[in-house]
């Protein structure tokens, strides 16, 4: 494992070890087909919603060509309104600032609102070290710290888990009695989780957006716990990754209209919260608020105009819960704390293409990330470019025998697609070979490399009896 917990040599085993597991891809089917069904249904109710992605797309295309005049905009609107800004470069440098703020604030446990930014930063072990105990308070997390696992998803981090699952894990570590009743365990985790929104000294959460003309951090949510962890302690610290801005208020209408229908299919989360500075007096709120500015390998991303499009991400989630390949392998297959298509393009950007070098090839191109994202990120297109990348900076190691048999199938490929008479006899051939393996016009298993290597995983469709072709000149003759 590299120091990010991504290897180029793992992946290809994780996807391989989800392949096999029937119980984790039922978890992820019936997810993934909730959340795709409700934002079709979602998507269709809004009149002009590919000019509101088009909209957003613009926005954030606005964002990122002058990201130094937004960034410097919003630190200045939130010192104003009593906030304090921090700036880190690196994870460590993030990881060092929280635990200096939790120390000056004597803060001994921290409630910790959903941030991805915060796994990515690995936060949770360093406050551990430090002597700090964070508590995780969305369900999803809070199932994800007593089990020791990553996110499995962006929006839905205990995606990959039944209620069956999350029974026994709350049985085993907070002896409760076994339920599969969703409420029941929703009951369980609020009780142990209720006193700490009291207790805690400091209260962490992310933000959805960050507003640059009021200095205001956005947050959306479905449970209230965000609410809880920014209101309730007397210190409230927002991690942000500097992607994350836009640039007026006004703009906010544009991606919450977005956010929620591709994400959960939802018109809003049940609750958007805006926070701009501490309390004043008279409200309710932290004393103290600290913006975290986090660049951790967003300006390289920013520098290379190709890749920039990836910051446009506002973490919906749609573009895995599409994606086939996803659906099939789950979050963990991909090694790190982001999955599916978007974080086939983010993990190479942030950990170093020869760390997660496999990741862009995990993708079939077929395009259903780039229909469905809100903010149309063509991501199809930017995993050809990352592709080509790994390949001119971190090449596979001296070709074995697998990557050599695929080179030179595509290569025989290239050369027969170039020659009508070559593609037309290869296929006479292979519809004549086939006829071994096809069974009710499938193929379920193929005794060579690298052909094999697709029925590993599944069937193959058999070839038409006849070309398209020799019908057409059937249907011609008639
Ligand atoms: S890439 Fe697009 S679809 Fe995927 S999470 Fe980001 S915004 Fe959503």
């Known amino acids: 494992m590299s120091e990010h917990g991504v290897d180029s040599n793992q992946i290809r085993e994780l996807g391989r070890q989800a392949l096999g597991d029937a119980h984790l891809q039922e978890a992820y089917r019936s997810s993934?087909?909730?959340?795709?069904?409700?934002?079709?249904?979602?998507?269709?109710?809004?009149?002009?919603?590919?000019?509101?992605?088009e909209r957003a797309r613009e926005l954030k295309r606005e964002v990122m060509d002058h990201l130094d005049f937004y960034?410097?905009?919003?630190?200045?609107?939130v010192e104003r309104r009593g906030g304090i800004v921090h700036w880190a470069e690196s994870a460590e440098e993030a990881r060092s600032i929280v635990g200096e703020i939790a120390r000056r604030a004597g803060a001994s446990e921290v409630v910790k609102a959903k941030t991805m930014v915060s796994e990515e930063i690995e936060l949770n072990p360093a406050l551990e070290k430090a002597g700090i105990r964070p508590f995780e308070t969305d369900l999803g997390e809070f199932i994800l710290q007593l089990s020791g696992e990553?996110?499995?998803?962006?929006?839905?981090?205990?995606?990959?888990?039944?209620?069956?699952?999350?029974?026994?894990?709350?049985?085993?570590?907070?002896?409760?009695?076994?339920?599969?009743?969703p409420e029941q365990l929703t009951a369980i985790a609020r009780r142990a989780l209720r006193e700490k929104f009291a207790s805690a000294g400091m209260g962490l959460s992310g933000a959805n957006f960050a507003v640059a003309e009021t200095g205001t951090v956005v947050v959306i949510e479905n449970e209230g716990n965000i609410r809880f962890c920014t209101t309730a302690p007397r210190v409230h610290v927002a991690l942000i990754g500097i992607e994350k801005l836009i640039p007026r208020l006004a703009d906010l209408a544009v991606f919450l209209r977005l956010l929620g229908r591709s994400g959960t299919g939802q018109k809003l989360t049940v609750y958007t919260s805006l926070l701009t500075g501490p309390r004043r007096p008279g409200e309710d709120g932290p004393e103290e608020m600290h913006v975290v500015l986090i660049d951790n390998g967003r300006i390289a991303t920013l520098a290379d105009e190709k890749m920039r499009e990836a910051l446009y991400c506002i973490r919906c989630g749609a573009c895995l819960n599409t994606c086939p390949v996803y659906r099939k392998i789950g979050g963990h297959a991909y090694g790190w704390v982001y999955s599916g298509p978007i974080g086939a393009l983010v993990t190479p950007q942030l950990t170093?293409?020869?760390?997660?070098?496999?990741?862009?090839?995990?993708?079939?191109?077929?395009?259903?990330?780039?229909?469905?994202?809100?903010?149309?990120?063509?991501?199809?297109?930017?995993?050809?470019?990352?592709?080509?990348?790994?390949?001119?900076?971190?090449?596979?190691?001296?070709p074995s025998g697998a990557a050599l048999g695929e080179r030179t199938t595509i290569r025989l490929w290239a050369w027969a697609m170039k020659r009508p008479w070559a593609y037309s006899l290869g296929s006479r051939l292979a519809r004549w070979g086939q006829r071994l393996l096809a069974r009710g016009g499938w193929i379920r298993k193929i005794p060579m490399y690298p052909a094999s290597g697709w029925t590993d995983g599944r069937d193959l469709p058999a070839l038409a009896r006849k070309t398209f072709r020799e019908r057409w000149t059937e249907i011609e003759k008639q």
């Open 32 to 53: 993934t087909l909730r959340l795709y069904t409700h934002r079709l249904a979602a998507v269709s109710e809004v009149p002009g919603f590919e000019r509101l992605r």
């Open 71 to 77: 960034l410097a905009q919003f630190a200045e609107n």
């Open 150 to 181: 990553r996110p499995a998803h962006i929006v839905a981090p205990a995606i990959h888990m039944t209620r069956h699952d999350v029974s026994d894990l709350f049985v085993h570590n907070l002896h409760s009695q076994p339920t599969e009743v």
């Open 352 to 398: 170093g293409i020869q760390n997660a070098r496999e990741l862009p090839f995990a993708s079939s191109l077929c395009g259903a990330c780039r229909d469905v994202c809100p903010v149309k990120i063509n991501i199809p297109d930017l995993l050809l470019h990352l592709r080509s990348e790994a390949q001119e900076r971190a090449p596979a190691p001296t």
